[in-house]
């Protein structure tokens, strides 16, 4: 196997990890403890692995279009212990996405400072870092069940809409994989995530 892929499914598994991990942090601090009773409020990778997500999709999407992307079992929430539960979603949500903007800029300073240079599999980890945390980040927002997105939308929608818009949860899925392989996501990817990682890392990617 190409090792530029084994390096770039290693960052997406830390970078899924930490994802996941900032939405269970954040749901306890609002008062939802799920996550920790279920052995999920931890950065062991191992809990948070699903075969087809983090392992099988990587692999598909890096043959297809060339780059990895994929995720983890969602961390269970129960919205019902939330404190003021249309808030506090919203802030679960947008933990996920802010923990990889958050490691994309730790990356960025690696490579900045100069540490990333001592050797080049670490520069290229370093690279792999900043892209796929922004990649994540980025495609999270985007409001297609059941991304972070969608659940930012679902908080913020008056009822009725709320409710048509749930009608499509159930092809969330199909959804996701349609968007990934049409221009729009190709698109997103040349013009949103490389020069946001270019303007990070401070060279043209």
């Known amino acids: 196997m190409n090792p530029m892929i084994l390096l770039q499914i290693f960052v997406l598994l830390f970078a899924v990890v930490v994802h996941e991990f900032a939405h269970g942090w954040v749901a306890y601090k609002c008062g939802d403890s799920t996550a920790g009773d279920m052995g999920r409020l931890t950065l062991n990778p191992l809990p948070h692995i699903d075969p087809f997500m983090t392992i099988i999709m990587p692999i598909l999407a890096y043959l297809t279009i060339g780059f990895v992307i994929g995720g983890a079992k969602p961390v269970p929430i129960n919205p019902n212990n939330f404190r003021n539960p249309k808030r506090d979603m919203v802030l679960v949500s947008l933990a996920g996405c802010t923990s990889n903007f958050i490691t994309a800029i730790f990356f960025a300073f690696l490579i900045r400072s100069g540490i990333a240079g001592i050797a080049s599999v670490f520069t290229m980890l370093c690279i792999y870092g900043v892209l796929i945390n922004i990649l994540l980040g980025v495609f ?16 913020i929608l008056p009822y009725k809409q709320m409710m048509t818009y749930l009608k499509f949860e159930r092809f969330g899925f199909i959804l996701i994989i349609l968007f990934v392989y049409s221009g729009l996501f190709r698109m997103i990817f040349n013009y949103v995530i490389m020069p946001l990682a270019s303007l990070m890392i401070g060279s043209v990617l």
Request: a neutral charge; zero cysteines.
């Open 140 to 155: 999270n927002l985007i409001p297609i069940p059941p991304l972070d997105g969608s659940k930012i939308l679902v908080a």
